[in-house]
T-cell receptor, first 116, second 112 residues
Framework: DTGVSQDPRHKITKRGQNVTFRCDPI?????LYWYRQTLGQGPEFLTY????????KSRLLSDRFSAERPKGSFSTLEIQRTEQGDSAMYLC??????????????FGSGTRLTVV | QQQVKQSPQSLIVQKGGISIINCAYE??????FPWYQQFPGKGPALLIA?????SEKKEGRFTISFNKSAKQFSLHIMDSQPGDSATYFC???????????FGKGTMLLVSP
């Protein structure tokens, strides 16, 4: 499978617990993005990496959220002390740089988080 | 602060009809306008995209019309098929930054 892979597909957690999601991008893509999508809404940008460097973070990314991309390959998104408002689909996407990147922006199938 | 406004929220079209979804943007720095298609349980998939140097782009049954002065663009799906039933999102980007700002989506149902 040469697409963007996300794990797990579903996660149910109790409020206050920490959760971690993983994203494996398309191998030749050097940019990796995290978006959040709530029911009935479009995806909202959270953060993105170029190689291992985290270049931009949205105001949506509170201090309970942290993302890493060690060695510029896979990425993890961790949410600490989860709240019910964190329930959403977390989408990962990858692309190349520049114009080639915009036209090759590929999303994974997402991780659906439910906080109970 | 919603920078991309999409309408309608939902749309029902008969098989063979034309589906039209509209978007309006606010940020004049945006210069890349894609449409994404999303099926339940899947991530969005790029359908078609346009730059503001052209007013229309067609790929198969899908056409984007772009009006720079009005800051509006629309997706037309010709000869709509039941397999087109999905949620469609418009998005915009300042290509220098590459992050996408999405509309709220339109749920399209094509009846057989």
């Amino acid at each position: 499978d040469t697409g963007v892979s996300q794990d797990p597909r579903h996660k149910i957690t109790k409020r206050g617990q920490n959760v971690t999601f993983r994203c494996d991008p398309i191998s030749e893509h050097n940019r990796l993005y995290w978006y959040r999508q709530t029911l009935g809404q479009g995806p909202e940008f959270l953060t993105y990496f170029q190689n291992e460097a985290q270049l931009e973070k949205s105001r949506l990314l509170s201090d309970r959220f942290s993302a890493e991309r060690p060695k510029g390959s896979f990425s993890t998104l961790e949410i600490q002390r989860t709240e019910q408002g964190d329930s959403a689909m977390y989408l990962c996407a990858s692309s190349l740089n520049g114009d080639r990147g915009l036209y090759g922006y590929t999303f994974g199938s997402g991780t659906r988080l439910t906080v109970v | 602060q919603q920078q991309v406004k999409q309408s309608p929220q939902s749309l029902i079209v008969q098989k063979g009809g034309i589906s039209i979804i509209n978007c309006a943007y606010e940020n004049t720095a945006f210069d890349y306008f894609p449409w994404y298609q999303q099926f339940p349980g899947k991530g969005p998939a790029l359908l078609i995209a346009i730059r503001p140097d052209v007013s229309e782009k067609k790929e198969g049954r899908f056409t984007i019309s772009f009006n720079k002065s009005a800051k509006q663009f629309s997706l037309h799906i010709m000869d709509s098929q039941p397999g087109d039933s999905a949620t469609y999102f418009c998005a915009s980007s300042n290509s220098g930054y590459s992050t996408l700002t999405f509309g709220k989506g339109t749920m399209l149902l094509v009846s057989p």
